[in-house]
């Protein structure tokens, strides 16, 4: 059996009722087979594979809160540090009622060759709880974030782990626990990011993942002799990704109709209003249903459809595994010619192969949604130099990265022979460097 059958049959073996894990370490491995077997004895003495899959640290614990009616409630938190070979692991916090140990390990896992790919020093992690923000109220929330914050603060640090958002996870949620950590450490560092702008936040950082995505599709589009301007794009999800995804596509001349949340979605054939949506989600907090109040002349749909919409280009932005086979079919069948993750692992497997076995562009979430960490990263430079960058010093050294990260999983995927497979590509690219580091930091 070849080393890379070896590891993917021992994680499987080793973590039992962990699906999206296992999904994670296969697709990565499978398109390093190339590189493994081209340095098998030596990984294999090294148990370099098995260093890779295996975190560092995997800490879970409990979270007791009380909520409004004096009742006490108890969540658990999880934070799995995965890689800390070419920097401070790096990585979200999802609050989600689905979030468990595995799916933990799966984002994790992801954000090492993501963050790799970005070029900036930062390791792999991701943290989160079972618990859910939606329904509660302010206070709720607070009492929460300190509770999950007492503990977790022993873990984290602006050199250590720096933890940012995610699923569940914005602005309010980030400052509770950043307020929780400097009155437990007494210190102020920028140990946490996505952090409001009045103190340590990053300009540009809220918008990052959606414009990163666009930045990519634009570039990788483009290396294919396709223009995004005029083209009709059809998007999941109507979180942060999704909302600025949506306004960057515009802006840069595409038509977006469709967007998505947990109960249905919109199609809204003149452009969705990005205004609008701001003011449901971000405002209100409320449901996809109170879009026709704004647009008349849309439709809402229960449950899911976005993927039956005809569109050139189709951007995933909600969930992981929410576009799958049939999916995959109806979307080649509408002659859609890109799929662009702005979510983590939003396409199954078998999804990703059909779409590239009939000349789709696709681009994996880890290069494809980087831009949300790259920024990250950028607010954490801007937090050791005690300095504040404009919007557009931001935003432009996003572009670049981005940028950057397109030619780096085009090049690599052809070095490699498989020239315009950019999952292999990513993977290879991220996976380089993470093995030179780790080859030079000895067996540790």
């Known amino acids: 059996m070849s080393y890379v059958d070896e590891v993917i049959e021992q994680v499987v073996k080793q973590n039992p009722a962990e699906p999206e894990f296992h999904q994670a370490v296969k697709e990565v491995l499978e398109s390093l087979r190339v590189v493994v077997e081209a340095n098998e004895e030596k990984y294999r003495k090294d148990a370099l594979l098995e260093r890779l899959v295996n975190p560092e640290r995997q800490i879970k614990f409990r979270v007791p809160w009380i909520d409004d009616q004096g009742q006490v409630q108890v969540n658990t938190g999880y934070r799995v540090q995965f890689s800390s070979a070419i920097g401070p692991y790096k990585g979200g916090l999802r609050l989600h009622p689905s979030v468990n140990l595995g799916i933990i390990k799966f984002l994790g896992f992801e954000q090492i060759f993501k963050n790799s790919l970005t070029g900036l020093p930062i390791g792999g992690g991701k943290g989160g709880s079972d618990f859910d923000p939606k329904g509660k ?14 503990e977790l603060y022993k873990y984290i640090g602006a050199d250590t782990d720096v933890p940012a958002g995610d699923i569940g996870t914005g602005a309010r949620e980030i400052g509770y626990m950043y307020g929780q950590y400097k009155r437990i450490r007494g210190v102020y560092e920028g140990v946490l990011t996505g952090k409001g702008l009045s103190y340590g936040g990053s300009l540009a950082r809220t918008e990052a993942t959606g414009y990163g995505l666009l930045y990519l599709t634009e570039e990788l589009l483009k290396m294919n002799g396709i223009e995004l301007s005029g083209k009709t794009i059809v998007v999941s999800g109507s979180g942060n990704v999704a909302i600025y995804a949506i306004q960057k596509a515009q802006q840069l001349g595409a038509k977006v109709v469709t967007c998505s949340d947990s109960t249905g979605w919109i199609y809204d054939e003149e452009g969705i209003d990005v205004a609008a949506l701001k003011e449901i989600k971000e405002v209100k907090r409320a449901r996809l249903t109170e879009y026709k109040n704004y647009r008349p002349n849309s439709e809402y749909h229960e449950g899911k459809g ?8 189709a951007l995933p932005c909600a969930t992981q595994n929410e576009l799958n086979l049939e999916d995959a079919k109806t979307l080649v069948s509408n002659g859609c010619i890109g799929v662009f993750e702005g979510a983590n692992m939003p396409t199954t497997l078998e999804a990703t192969e059909y779409l590239q076995a009939n000349n789709v562009i696709f681009a994996p979430g880890k290069a494809a949604n980087a831009g949300g960490v790259a920024t990250s990263a950028l607010e954490m430079s801007q937090n050791s130099e005690r300095l504040s960058w404009s919007f557009e010093e931001v935003d432009s050294k996003l572009k670049e990265i981005m940028v950057n990260i397109c030619h780096n999983i085009s090049d690599a995927a052809e070095r490699y022979g498989a020239k315009g497979n950019y999952v292999v590509g990513a993977n290879i690219a991220g996976f380089e460097k993470v093995v030179d580091a780790m080859n030079a930091q000895g067996i540790v």
């Open 306 to 313: 976005v993927w039956s919409v005809k569109a050139d280009i």
């Open 137 to 150: 109220s302010d206070r709720e929330v607070m009492a929460f974030c300190q509770s999950f914050i007492t």
